[in-house]
């Protein structure tokens, strides 16, 4: 292992970790996509990493996917086709960020901001 979490330099290890895959089978996925362990999942196959069951394990509570990253200590690419494999596999459910529609309007939060400094 190396001084950076764990990740080895070699390209051996994230080909192991993903099964060979090196692309997410969902596109969709990004670095706020929400990530929760399914609640009709069963556990997982012994065939499973160590990496697939502490993403699994960690999923109890919603995450992140930058933040499930960070807590593997595994590049966001390598994590990112792993959840899309677990997302698959029916044993983690993905949300999405906030929807555009239902982001606030920047222009109005500007006035906002304008008038609370006028206040002072």
Not at 34 to 56: C, D, F, I, W, Y
Not at 74 to 95: F, I, N, Q, T
Request: net charge positive; aromatic share 4%.
């Amino acid at each position: 292992m190396t001084g950076n979490g764990g990740y080895r330099d070699s390209a051996l290890r994230p080909y192991v970790i993903t099964g060979g895959k090196f692309r997410p089978s969902r596109a969709a996925l990004g670095v706020e996509t929400l990530l929760l362990r399914a609640e009709t999942a069963g556990p997982l196959p012994v065939t499973a990493t160590r990496e697939s069951r502490a993403l699994v394990r960690m999923c109890e509570r919603l995450l992140s996917l930058a933040e499930a990253a960070a807590h593997l200590k595994l590049p966001l690419s390598l994590v990112k086709v792993l959840a899309s494999e677990l997302v698959d596999a029916g044993y983690l459910v993905a949300r999405s960020g906030i929807p555009q529609a239902a982001r606030p309007d920047m222009e109005l939060l500007q006035e906002v901001l304008d008038g609370l400094r006028r206040l002072r």
